[in-house]
């Protein structure tokens, strides 16, 4: 089925999403969307697959237009969409999902679950699945349950697919095993629309690619273009996609973990017995799937969690017990993983919002009196020094562009006396220019002396900035390996195995728990 966008434009109030697109997808084509957060992606694939009603533009199948009133009718038409938060009931079996929402009965109106196994082993046998019908989805690790979600789309004679952002919850094998089940697709004739940002995977998997940037098509490239090629469409100007730093000079230990377990507010163990240390001048990426127990183990550095046992110590001196106020105070800075609820105040200023952990003292107060002149030169400098795209300093920050907010985030957080710089998914949603300006003062920041923890799930980051990585994997650290260590091993490890273990999987630390599940809330 071939599948053509006309014209499509989307507004929500005076910001337009979705400017004119106009692209078209052919039968047995893996036509790749590439643009960073921000671009219009995902507001296009919703539009298509009716969650959104287009302000202008047609929508054609096979030269029909179509009109959805929601995703009921896409998907009768022939559309499906495999998102990138799973759409699957963890307590239903495989069957009981795939049948969802097509449920059809048998003798006195019960479920025939038994014609939704068959399906489920037809689609599951010609595209080499393995997907047992009956095996619960929370018993599924997540590059399955994203089989499940394709075998869905499948099963309702899908002949257009759309994966938004799929490779984001993916381990590296898992995200092989994906394009493999892709290519498998578009030979067998599905057209297939492969949303992303991720340059290594558009070039690997793409027959052709569009390029969006700010709500428009800005142009079409070919699979054998280079990163740097689809990184200048994509940003609009040349970008430096290498880190450039010089090898690590560590120094005496500074960070020390000993035994840290977090219980989550429910009474789950999402972080089990974990010990590290990070040298001053050094970086230590914390690598794993999203849902492992990465942000409460962060949350648990900055004093955010309340159930945490174990030792942290900063310099010899304790942090395990202290207020978040008195983390800080150590000389602890912290860039969140949402910047926007956790990093900034939308309605502040950026000058306000670059004294926020320290409007109490000086030299931002005097005698219980704010200085509204240094604070004034203060976020005057910080704004120029850290390249920060605004028309005043009392512009509110909610305003400015993610790249520009997560600017003003690392501004406040690397101009204090640091002891310890802690940056979870320090340029998630961030263009590859803003991008490369992070990891520059991240680098800058360990070159002079501090330790630095980078939490993240893209290993192209983990790779670039890492001196060593540790991989969690349900609440516990499988390794600590070297930077540079091949993103094969790391996958293996983030799966739970040590690339030499004989023994398969490590131990599951929540068997005698209950069920964390991180795993599968990160789908």
Request: with cysteine; glycine share 10%.
């Amino acid at each position: 089925m071939k599948l053509e966008l006309r014209g499509i434009t989307k507004r929500f109030g005076s910001l337009t999403a979705n400017d004119h697109i106009s692209l078209t997808v052919e039968p047995g084509e893996i036509h790749c969307i590439l643009g960073e957060n921000g671009a219009g992606k995902s507001t296009l694939m919703n539009v298509l697959y009716g969650l959104l009603p287009a302000d202008e533009g047609e929508i054609l199948l096979d030269d029909e237009v179509q009109h959805f009133e929601g995703p009921g009718e896409a998907m009768k038409a022939g559309i499906g969409m495999v998102h990138q938060h799973f759409m699957l009931i963890p307590v239903f079996t495989v069957a009981e999902n795939v049948m969802l929402g097509h449920e059809s009965t048998g003798f006195a109106g019960f479920l025939n679950l038994n014609e939704a196994r068959k399906r489920v082993r037809e689609i599951s046998a010609q595209f080499g699945f393995d997907v047992d019908p009956d095996a619960l989805i929370e018993d599924l690790p997540v590059g399955v349950q994203q089989r499940v979600e394709i075998i869905k789309a499948l099963s309702r004679d899908a002949k257009v697919l759309v994966f938004d952002e799929p490779t984001a919850v993916l381990t590296p094998q898992e995200t092989d095993e994906l394009m493999t089940i892709m290519r498998q697709l578009r030979d067998a004739g599905t057209a297939i629309v492969f949303i992303t940002h991720k340059l290594r995977e558009v070039r690997e998997v793409a027959d052709r690619i569009t390029v969006m940037r700010l709500g428009k098509v800005v142009g079409e490239a070919s699979p054998t273009a280079s990163n740097a090629e689809l990184a200048s469409l994509m940003v609009g100007r040349s970008v430096e996609l290498t880190v450039q730093k010089q090898a690590a000079r560590p120094g005496d230990p500074a960070l020390q973990v000993r035994g840290l377990t977090v219980i989550d507010h429910i009474g789950q163990l999402v972080v089990n017995d974990v010990s590290f240390e990070v040298r001053a001048g050094e970086i230590l990426a914390i690598a794993g799937v999203q849902g492992n127990g990465q942000t409460e183990l962060t949350e648990a550095l900055l004093g955010l969690q309340q159930h945490v046992e174990g030792e942290i110590e900063l310099d010899g001196n304790p942090l395990s017990g202290l207020s978040v106020r008195n983390v800080l105070d150590a000389g602890v800075g912290f860039i969140p993983e949402d910047r926007n609820e956790d990093g900034l105040v939308a309605e502040f200023s950026i000058a306000e919002n670059l004294m926020l952990d320290r409007s109490d003292s000086a030299p931002f107060v005097k005698g219980g009196t704010l200085q509204l002149g240094f604070r004034s030169t203060f976020a005057a400098e910080k704004v120029s020094e850290f390249d920060v795209r605004t028309q005043s300093i009392d512009t509110a920050v909610g305003t400015l562009s993610g790249g520009n907010q997560q600017k003003v985030v690392l501004a406040r957080e690397l101009s204090r006396d640091l002891r310890l710089l802690v940056a979870a998914q320090p340029t998630r949603g961030l263009d590859v220019g803003s991008i490369e300006f992070v990891h520059k003062r991240i680098v800058q920041a360990r070159d002079s002396g501090i330790p630095v923890i980078v939490v993240s799930t893209e290993l192209d980051e983990v790779d670039a900035l890492a001196d060593r990585i540790a991989v969690m994997y349900r609440g516990g650290i499988v390794g600590i390996v070297p930077g540079g260590t091949d993103r094969e091993t790391l996958g293996i490890m983030m799966a739970g195995e040590q690339p030499d273990d004989p023994n398969g999987p490590a131990p599951d630390p929540h068997d005698d728990e209950g069920r964390s599940g991180t795993r599968g809330e990160a789908a």
